[in-house]
């Protein structure tokens, strides 16, 4: 197992309470394959459900400070990136997170410690033990520098910030509970040196558009920024 002191030199921040950051990152199948003479163990999933309230809060105080001439849907389409599976699992990436894991043997055998989902979750507990031991200060500290750090945008607030918008639009889904986008080439135009695609995304039974572009990549992103744009005009 790696040295935990490790991890709180890269976070910044030694814990009073090593006990939070240990449950932090503790999954919980290694409470539950623990030897039945040890004491149980506490999970990280209360933790987890901790930080993502802490996270969310941080970030949209974070996009109202940076972006003060941004409308409602731009900064709810900026936040669902950036508190998005994806983005965490490139914090806990970054961080190398997965080798201070405590896993179970089912779990470390099938690879958990680079799962998406579990790495991502980890960010939020590691969150949520930082504001325990330590207060929000430092809480919103780690989610200003690991987090919302590394998104490249404008200072004054003018342009769009999110440019992989069909990540986004997954994660949207996902936290809507919706089936996951469909994405369909409806139509291809123009020489073949020189096509034009047309995409149709698909979200639910409610949300669809269509956009073209050169490449099917390209369409398929503009297909997606406007399904969010819809998402957003609809939650407002």
Do not use: C
């Amino acid at each position: 197992m790696a040295d935990l002191g490790d991890l709180e030199e890269r976070i910044g921040h030694k814990f009073r309470d090593r006990g939070l950051l240990e449950r932090a990152l503790t999954h919980t199948s290694h409470v539950y394959e623990r030897p039945a003479e040890e004491p149980m163990a506490a999970d990280n999933e209360q933790l987890e459900f901790l930080g993502d309230s802490i996270l969310g809060f941080a970030i949209s105080e974070y996009l109202v400070r940076r972006y003060p001439g941004f409308p409602e849907g731009q900064l709810s389409k900026l936040k669902a990136h950036l508190v998005s599976a994806a983005r965490l699992h490139e914090v806990a990436r970054d961080l190398g997170l997965g080798e201070f894991l405590y896993l179970g043997r089912g779990e470390e055998m099938s690879g958990g410690r680079d799962k998406k989902a579990l790495l991502s979750d980890a960010v939020e507990a590691l969150i949520a033990a930082l504001y325990l031991d330590a207060g929000f200060e430092k809480a919103r500290s780690f989610v200003e520098v690991r987090v919302a750090a590394g998104m490249d945008g404008p200072e004054d607030g003018k342009a769009a910030v999110v440019t992989d918008h069909k990540s986004a639009l997954q994660e949207m889904a996902q936290a809507l509970k919706l089936p996951a986008p469909r994405y369909v080439v409806v139509e291809e135009t123009g020489p073949e040196h020189s096509k034009t695609f047309t995409v149709e995304v698909r979200l639910g039974k409610e949300w669809v558009s269509q956009a073209q572009g050169q490449s099917k990549k390209s369409a398929g992103q503009r297909a997606a920024q406007q399904v969010l744009q819809q998402l957003s005009e609809w939650g407002r």
